[in-house]
């Protein structure tokens, strides 16, 4: 912590560590409000906007899949314009598309502000993961990162127990709520966070500029088995919040106003291995962790599919499993995180970007095909999440953070 005044670049801000993660986690919080929110009014949204079940879970995919193509460019004018400009115009923008979402009159409403929060919210979280980087290094940067993760696995517990209790009032005032949290979280980012790109160091913005970054980062193979490692590990937990409704309330038997069964035990998953993350930096190799995550995951899939194949269906059964699950998912996060973003220090905006993309494309094709595929039945769900995993060690075994070479 003490190297943090010279890292902060052309401010005074001298806000403490702990106060820079919570804001940084506030930021990268937005998506995961902004997903897990509004799950509880599923069925409310289908009569108030007279559509179907299908259409208002297509309403995730018009969210995720523009925010997924525009995590593309949220780093690199982060990189040109500065990082706190880059949260100003991001946050801006996700205020009045959620307000807009609140007013929507229809589904095809819904879908077109949802598609505009999805275009402007993944600036908090881009941002916030190349700001750790900027800030610290080494095991502190690992430490930081696994602090900044461990407030941000709240926001899926807490996110749809709030939107329950919003539903109570109306479902609009659930993405009043979205609006609020996002004005917030931007007057703490301009209040608390320092600018750390400064002009000497910011690259020309353009089409081409942006397409030569990329060319560089997806060249690159070790850059390339650590992103997809890390959107395949976290695809392995998020078919469960993308299928929630469904999984929760038809397969588990419970109401929408009691999705905390799943979400605060699945966190509190997150937040052990975020802990588990933060201990062992500087104090074991970053292959013994990922590895040791890696056995981790394995076991708790191995499980999970048990559970699902021998046991009845309960809530505890069922939750269990998918919570020791983010034990492991957790621990691997930041070191695979800090490794994707340390391959490219001079872009690392973009690097962040690309890091991004690829975990939320793949939780795009989740939402869009995977999950209606495999909710049919939690061993559906249980199966989907062994396929992810595997996907992932295999691509994380070709990395040198497995071979230590």
Request: one cysteine or more.
């Amino acid at each position: 912590m003490q190297n943090l005044s010279t890292k902060i670049l052309h401010t005074q801000k001298q806000s403490s560590p702990l106060v820079l993660s919570i804001v940084l986690a506030s930021l990268a919080a937005l998506a995961p409000f902004a997903i897990d929110t509004y799950l509880p009014a599923f069925p409310v949204l289908e009569a108030a906007l007279h559509c179907t079940s299908l259409q208002v879970q297509q309403s995730l995919t018009f969210y995720l899949l523009p925010y997924a193509l525009m995590t593309l460019f949220h780093g690199a004018i982060s990189d040109a314009v500065g990082r706190i400009t880059t949260i100003k115009w991001g946050l801006g923008v996700f205020v009045f598309a959620s307000i807009g979402c609140a007013f929507a009159p229809n589904v095809e409403t819904l879908w077109f502000f949802r598609a505009l929060q999805g275009l402007s919210g993944g600036a908090g979280n881009v941002v916030a993961r190349a700001m750790v980087r900027d800030l610290f290094e080494g095991a502190q940067a690992q430490r930081v990162m696994a602090t900044v993760q461990m407030l941000f696995g709240i926001a899926p517990a807490v996110a749809p127990i709030i939107g329950g209790l919003l539903l109570g009032i109306h479902w609009q005032i659930i993405f009043l709520f979205l609006a609020f949290y996002a004005a917030m979280s931007l007057f703490a980012a301009v209040k608390y966070l320092p600018e750390t790109m400064p002009v000497e160091k910011r690259l020309p913005l353009s089409i081409r500029q942006v397409f030569i970054s990329y060319k560089q980062l997806f060249r690159d193979h070790e850059f390339r088995y650590i992103v997809l490692a890390i959107g395949a590990n976290f695809s392995g937990f998020f078919i469960y919040v993308l299928a929630s409704p469904v999984f929760l309330v038809k397969h588990l038997g419970l109401s929408v106003h009691q999705f905390g069964w799943m979400f605060i035990p699945t966190v509190i998953g997150m937040i052990i291995g975020s802990y588990f993350a933060k201990y062992a930096a500087g104090k074991y190799s970053h292959q013994k962790v990922i590895k040791t995550a890696y056995a981790w995951m394995a076991a708790t899939v191995l499980l999970n599919i048990c559970v699902c194949f021998m046991l009845p269906t309960q809530p505890i059964f069922n939750i269990i499993p998918v919570a020791l699950f983010n034990i492991g998912m957790a621990m691997a996060m930041p070191v695979l995180s800090l490794a994707a973003l340390d391959r490219h220090p001079k872009i690392r905006g973009t690097a962040a970007s690309g890091q991004a993309f690829i975990q939320m494309l793949l939780s795009t094709v989740s939402a869009g095909i995977v999950v209606p595929f495999v909710w049919y039945a939690p061993s559906g769900l249980a199966l989907a999440m062994a396929a992810y995993l595997l996907f992932g060690w295999v691509i994380i075994r070709k990395s040198k953070l497995w071979t230590n070479k």
